[in-house]
């Protein structure tokens, strides 16, 4: 989602929400996560101070196979992300969003900040006790009788 910003960088104290989801057909060139739906995104520009900012939330579910006892479920996840919001800079600079012609591809910004973010261990829980070693049986349900 292509989204212009002149106005915020043009008045102070402006301001621009925004909310939509990111399509299933999005989703699928992210390898290595089963998304259950799509990933909801809303937010808000706002210029303080003539600083534009950008505050946002994702919000999906997953489908999980816990890396330890490997039970399969599915698992909600809300990441709270910000940044600052600039028309250009003098050198290349990862701390803000460069708003190329006073546009963002909020898109782009939201599954960069996602593929950081997402965990790299899944757990079903996280005192998760994971399978025995000898006989297979998931420590969270009962004890074995094998020798620890």
Request: net charge negative.
């Amino acid at each position: 989602m292509k989204t212009d910003l002149r106005r915020i960088f043009n008045i102070s104290g402006a301001k621009q929400e925004f909310e939509y989801e990111i399509p299933m057909s999005e989703l699928e060139r992210l390898k290595g996560y089963d998304f259950a739906g799509p990933v909801m995104v809303s937010g808000l520009f706002y210029n303080r101070a003539d600083v534009v900012h950008m505050d946002y939330s994702v919000r999906f579910t997953l489908n999980i196979v816990c890396d330890r006892c490997l039970k399969e479920l599915q698992g909600e996840y809300t990441y709270d992300f910000e940044h600052i919001v600039v028309s250009s800079v003098n050198k290349d600079n990862d701390d803000f969003i460069i708003a190329d012609n006073y546009r963002v591809d909020v898109n782009e910004i939201a599954l960069s900040d996602l593929l950081l973010e997402l965990p790299t261990k899944l757990l079903c829980m996280d005192e998760c006790k994971g399978l025995c070693s000898k006989c297979g049986c998931d420590l969270n349900e009962s004890e074995c009788d094998c020798q620890k």
